[in-house]
């Protein structure tokens, strides 16, 4: 499957901002929601990990070193023990749920005390833009921005996770405003 001229950019620069997260983390047990049909991240990111799980609905099942892949649709209800997981990231991911608030409290469910969430969503600002690249210019998938069901400020993401057991203990927009990072604790 060939990519877009865009994704591996962006997905350098997400992994440049989840890198500093499992290095806090010496024996750290990550879940990539969202891992995608080729599960780069977890492929990336496996020497810096103890073990590492990738789910989503596209990628094959397999497992291979460091590194498991569960084929699945992104539910309310994950099929992993309470607090299995140092660092969960959901890059690029949120905007696609039909039901985000269900899975951030399932996400808080299965990390552990004191771990992160690591996630990137797409701002409100970027909602023109991404169509605009998707659909004229054609360099970034058009079917991943048609699959977008909602646009996130920071105080939107702050009335999500309120009610979790999670605070949001770092927030910044980043390309030019475009996107959401976010680093949040499971207290």
Partial sequence: MKEPILEPILRALRIRKVLPVIRQYPDCCLLDVGCGWDYR?????????????????????????????????????????????????????????????????????????????????????????LEFLSYRLKIISADEIREHKKYYDREELEKLFSQTGMAIEHHRYFQVGMNNFCIVRKI
């Fill in 41 to 129: 991240l977890l492929k990336t990111l496996e020497p810096f990990i103890k073990s590492g799980i990738g789910i989503d609905y596209k990628v094959q099942e397999s497992e291979s070193g460091k590194i498991k892949t569960i084929q699945m649709i992104m539910a309310n209800t994950l099929p992993f023990a309470a607090e299995s997981f140092d660092v969960i990231t959901l890059l690029a991911v949120l905007e696609h749920l039909s039901d985000p608030s269900g899975m951030i409290k399932e996400i808080g469910r299965i990390l552990k005390k004191d771990g992160r969430l690591v996630m990137t969503v797409p701002s409100k600002a970027a909602q023109p833009v």
